[in-house]
């Protein structure tokens, strides 16, 4: 029986698990809990029922005295995660599917049932407490916090301006435990076991219980899972003198994982973790055999002609030093020839995978890759020596404390100039399907053809790599209603390019542009918006954007060419703000009222209301209504127009029927009157409003009054983001699938409407 039935986004409930696992948060602690069995939900007793739950994720204030494997019992709120109700937002039920994870439970009381607990787990934890404080207390908080997040997993401290820093710049993958970590610690525990005479048969045991050890003191990320698993296999061949095969490794390492758990398929991490290590297996010795094919003729060659010189022509030493300096001079750049046709390789294995998740691609990475990641073995040694050594002497402890501050300094000012660099960041949106199919399609021919045609492997990889930058033509108006929760948030992208963005505000989602519009704008391939409309200044439709207004100066944020507001006497502290801010970020500021008009290719937008001289106490009267018309088809866009603004609009003799009406101030039962909708007679309305909102939008008395008319309303609570699509002769509606399983949602047609030409 699935719990989704007995709730819909929070309950009360009682519970009982074990606990594998504990991460200590900024305001909170963490704790994961499996073998579950819940007593009670909804204050309705249950007999042992565990619904098929996997793991539920806890976070309490009260766990001080909690150790892994204690079995507690656990009271709060059960919450369901998020599944994404707009295009390009945070799949959290997916992510944490791929985690094991069921539900969140908020805490009000967690107890002991039973004290048996994991001694080795708990050791390692308390390991990693005592490296966190060591680190905390030799370095500077913002160090510290960065250094745990790379070495200890550890992210409750990070920064949150560094972490954006690095992701800007394409070097996030330096904060988390990755295999080059695992690799460099791995290695170098086996290879100095091995210079002090310890024989393999307990040399190789021993590193494998350090790496395994050490990944479950992490938290045996799918990275950190996939690089011990390979080196486990790469020691054991050794031990057993076997050959080391990296492509079965790689295969194997995979196979494990997703037995462990299938979900892992669609998370970021494992994908970019298997296609890095893909692109240096597979695809760099192709490319790199493209570039130097006679690598090993040309060193075989250089010794000869060598050897011929200094016994024909009695080369002396300071001619035969002369030369080797040459040929050191070449090596160099053959190394840095080859470091970047590594990172090259991997960031053609990666790049669509990045852009289908983040949807932006910082143009520098693959170079700053190259001057970040020699540092990062250095900084392990580093860091390793300073936990060490911090036991018994601080005084040099501050020296490896120092080299390891010198680092981090060195990354942000190498970030901070890359990113001031002109197009740092530029914004393909994220690929279809069909693109990526065809992406690694072009790879795989790519790979067969060097086989049969070398010559023609490169300029295949090189239309491979083009092609995803290409965008997908469109030759229609497309409009979205985003899911914003309790507010408005609406995109017009008309079929010229120009982009038209009407509110961006909501009174329940916190960092409303952070985590719903630019995802949403950026999944669409939109940097940029032409004109940015406020219909009037109420919270619930400019929160959004009054955060793009205030980071408009920094990288790889959308910017705004114009803001256009309504012409109105009532300019309030709220309008003054915005118009203030707008002019300081030099964005142009222009003003709305009845009989302007806007005027791009096929489409036009009308401004119906206010009108001029219009005079009101309240903001919602004055909200800017805009007609628009794409052919032979109309929407009306209302804002939240009422009382004395929607009273003029009845009154205006003018007003002209429409297709699709956005449904006024999210479905409130004090406007969309009779009178109003009798004048505009829709085939279709759309009202955005937040599930569970306190004022109840939308009114049923509304929906009874579309209902009469037979005029189908969708509504943003139902099916996410509302998307219309029209075209010269036809309008689709679709609504962004909210209760998809899939991180590949597929929109469902909600309506259709045709018009012969």
Known sequence: MPLEKEFTNKASIVCTGTIYQITPKSKTTAIYIKNIKISSIKNKKIKKENYGITGLLIYTEQAENLKIKNQVKIKGDIQRFTKGTNSGQFNEYIYYKSLRIDYKVLAKNVSIVNNEYAYFANKLQEIRSILKQTYQKFLPEEDAGILCAMLLGDKSSLPQETKEL??????????????????????????????????????????????????????????????????????????????????????????????????????CGFLLSFGAVLGISVVYPIIKKCIFPSEEKNRKVNKTVESIRIVLFHWTKKELAEHKKWRSGKKIIYKLVDAFLISLSVNLITLPILLYFYYDFPIYSIFLNLLILPFVSLLIALAVLLAFIGMFSEFFAMFFAGGIHAIFVFYEKVCNLTISLPNSIITIGKPQIEQLVIYYGLIFLAIFVYNVIPKLTLPIMLICCLSIFVPTPSNNLSITVMDVGQGDGILLRNETGTTYFIDGGSTDIKNLGQYRITPCLKAKGISYIDYALVTHMDQDHISGLMELLEKQEEPGVIQIGTLILPDTDLKDDAFLKMVKLAMKKNINVTYLKKEDKIIDGELSLSCLHPYKGFNTTERNAYSIVLYMKYHSFSMLFTGDVEKEGEEALIANKELPKCDIYKVAHHGSQYTNSDSLLDRLQPHYAIVSAGEGNRYRHPHKEVLQRLASRKCPCFSTIDHGAIEVCITKDKINVSGYSSVSTLPFPKKKLLGEIQKKP
Do not use: W
């Not at 395994?212 to 486990?232: D, H, K």
């Not at 061949?237 to 990296?246: E, M, N, P, S, W």
């Open 166 to 267: 690095y992701q800007k710049n394409g070097i996030a993958h330096i904060l988390a435990i990755s295999g080059l970590h695992i690799s460099m610690i791995g290695l170098f525990l086996y290879k100095f076991l091995k210079k002090i005479y310890i024989p393999n048969e307990i040399n190789i045991p021993c590193t494998i219980l350090f790496l395994f050890s050490y990944a479950q003191m992490t938290g045996f990320s799918v990275s950190t899972n996939r690089a011990t698993i390979m080196l486990t296999i790469s020691l054991c061949a050794i031990l057993l003198g076997r050959t080391y095969d990296f492509i079965t490794a790689i295969c194997l390492s995979g196979t494990i994982i997703l037995l462990q758990n299938p979900y892992q398929l669609v998370n």
